[in-house]
C-alpha cells in the first residue's frame, strides 16, 4: 500500500513537472507563434484570423474583460453580462490582431521574470529596433494561478498599461453616456463591426 | 516685464488652482500615491482635441510624413540637435530634483555635444559612453516635490497636459529655459524668436514622426481616442515622475482591488 502512495506521490509530481509552463517560456512560445503567422506571406485578414486563435488560448479574455468593465460590473444582470462578454471577446480579438498585423516579422526577446506572487509573474521582454523603429520594452502580466495553464492578462508597453488603458476609455464611454451599459454594447459592436 | 508679471500671477493661479482640483477636498500633496486624475474641463478638452486632431491631419502629420522622407544623417542630426537643447531644461530640474550627480553628467553631456559635437547634431556624449540621458522638466520636478497633478487639460496645438504640467511649461518662459532666453531675450545678431519657436515646430515634427505608426495603430484600435490618449499621458507622466521608464508594477496596480475581486469570484 505505502509502495503504491508513493508510485502515485511520484507520478503526480512529474506529471505537474512536465506540465507546469514557465512563464517566460510561455510567453517566448506564444511570441514566436505570432512571430511565425506575422512573417507568412498571407493576407492580412488571414493573419488576423490565425492571430486570434492563438489570442484565444493564451490571454485571459474574459479576465480582461471584466476587469475593463470597471465597477460597472457590479451592475449588470445575468443577460446583460452574456451580451457584454460575447460582444468583448469579439471587440478584444478585433483590436487585438489588428494591432500586431501591422507588425511585419517582429523579433521579440525574453529577458527575464520576475515573480510577484503565486498569482502573477511580470515578464521583461524586448522588441528589437528595425531602421525605421526604436527598440520598445515589453512586459507582460502573467496569471499563473494555474501553473499548468498561464494566461496573459495584460501588457505593459514602455511602462503603459494597454489594460489599464482599455479600463479607462470603457469608464470614459459610459461617463458620457450617464453609465448606460447599452452605449458601450453599441460601441464594441460597431468596432467589431467595421 | 508686463508679460513676466502676468506668466508669474497665471502660474500662481495654476499652482493654486491645481491644489484645489487636484485634491477634491483631501490632501493634494501627498507622496508616492496614485491619485484618480479628473478630467474636470472635458467638454472643452474634447472640443480642443478634435480641433488638434484636425490641426494634426492638415498640416502636422503630412509635415512629419515628409520629414521622414528626408535623408536620414538629416532626421538623426535633427533629432540630437532639440534633444541637446533639451538638456538645458533637464539641469537645472537635475539640481532642482536633488540629483546634483546627474546635472554634473548631463552638463558634461551638452558641452562635449555642442563644441565637438557641431552645436548637438552628432551625440558624441553617447558615443564616449555617457549614462543614457534622460529628459526631465518643471512639471517633473514639481510632482517630484509633491504637487499634485490636478485636472487633467488639452492645450490648442501642444496637446495633453494637467494643470501642474501645465504651470510647469510656464517656468520655462519665466526664466527657466535658457534657451529661451538667450534666443528671445539674448540680443545678439545670430538667436531670435524665430529661431527659438522653429526649434520647437522642430523638435514637435520629429516627436510626431516617431509615433506616426503607432498613433495611427492607436487610433484604428481605439473605442474612444480621446481617453486613450489621456490614459496614455497620465501614465506616462507617472512613470516619468517616477523616473521608472518600465513603469512600475506596483504602481500600475497600487490599490488594484479589482483584479481581486475577479479572482476571488
Known amino acids: 500500500m505505502k509502495k503504491i502512495l508513493i508510485i502515485i506521490i511520484s507520478f503526480n509530481l512529474c506529471f505537474n513537472h512536465v506540465f507546469s509552463t514557465e512563464p517566460d517560456i510561455f510567453v517566448q512560445s506564444t511570441v514566436n507563434r505570432a512571430s511565425q503567422i506575422l512573417s507568412k506571406n498571407i493576407s492580412k485578414e488571414e493573419k488576423m484570423n490565425a492571430l486570434k486563435i492563438v489570442a484565444k488560448e493564451t490571454v485571459d479574455i474574459e479576465g480582461i474583460g471584466s476587469y475593463s468593465l470597471g465597477s460597472a460590473r457590479k451592475n449588470l444582470n445575468d443577460n446583460q453580462k452574456k451580451i457584454y462578454f460575447d460582444l468583448f471577446e469579439n471587440y478584444f480579438l478585433k483590436s487585438f490582431s489588428s494591432r500586431l498585423s501591422e507588425y511585419t516579422n517582429p523579433k521579440i526577446n525574453v529577458e527575464s521574470k520576475k515573480t510577484l506572487n503565486e498569482n502573477y509573474t511580470i515578464v521583461n521582454s524586448v522588441l528589437i529596433s528595425t531602421p525605421d523603429r526604436p527598440e520598445v520594452k515589453i512586459d507582460w502580466r502573467i496569471y499563473t494561478k494555474n501553473p499548468e495553464e498561464p494566461l496573459i492578462r495584460d501588457l505593459i508597453i514602455e511602462g503603459l498599461s494597454l489594460a489599464r488603458t482599455q479600463k479607462e476609455e470603457f469608464a470614459s464611454i459610459l461617463n458620457s453616456n450617464n453609465g448606460k451599459i447599452e452605449s458601450l454594447f453599441k460601441t464594441l459592436e460597431d468596432f467589431s463591426k467595421n | ?265
Open chain 2, 1 to 265: 516685464m508686463l508679460k513676466k508679471l502676468i506668466v508669474t500671477i497665471i502660474c500662481i493661479f495654476l499652482l493654486a488652482f491645481n491644489a484645489n482640483a487636484g485634491s477634491d477636498g483631501e490632501l493634494a500633496l501627498k507622496k508616492d500615491q496614485q491619485q484618480e486624475i479628473k478630467d474636470c474641463f472635458e467638454k472643452l478638452n474634447r472640443a480642443t482635441f478634435a480641433l488638434n486632431h484636425s490641426l494634426d491631419k492638415v498640416l502636422i502629420k503630412p509635415i512629419a510624413k515628409g520629414y521622414r522622407n528626408l535623408p536620414n544623417p538629416i532626421q538623426k542630426g535633427t533629432k540630437n540637435a532639440v534633444t541637446n537643447l533639451s538638456t538645458l531644461i533637464t539641469i537645472p530640474n537635475n539640481i532642482l530634483q536633488g540629483n546634483v550627480k546627474t546635472a554634473i553628467i548631463n552638463t558634461g553631456r551638452l558641452v562635449v555635444n555642442t563644441t565637438v559635437g557641431l552645436l548637438g547634431t552628432v551625440d558624441v556624449a553617447n558615443k564616449m559612453g555617457f549614462p543614457k540621458y534622460i529628459k526631465e522638466d518643471y512639471g517633473q520636478t514639481l510632482g517630484k516635490w509633491g504637487v499634485g497633478p490636478g485636472c487633467y487639460v488639452v492645450l490648442p496645438v501642444l496637446g495633453p497636459s494637467t494643470v501642474r504640467d501645465t504651470a510647469g511649461s510656464f517656468v520655462n518662459a519665466l526664466g527657466g529655459d535658457p534657451w529661451h532666453n538667450v534666443s528671445v531675450h539674448g540680443n545678439n545678431e545670430f538667436l531670435s524668436e524665430k529661431v527659438f519657436l522653429t526649434s520647437k515646430a522642430l523638435s514637435g515634427v520629429d516627436f510626431r514622426s516617431d509615433n506616426l505608426e503607432s498613433l495611427d495603430n492607436l487610433e484604428k484600435n481605439s473605442i474612444d481616442f480621446y481617453a486613450s490618449l489621456r490614459s496614455l499621458y497620465l501614465q506616462d507622466r507617472e512613470n516619468k515622475i517616477k523616473n521608472n521608464q518600465r513603469g512600475m508594477v506596483e504602481v500600475i496596480y497600487k490599490d488594484e482591488e479589482d483584479w481581486e475581486e475577479i479572482d476571488n469570484k
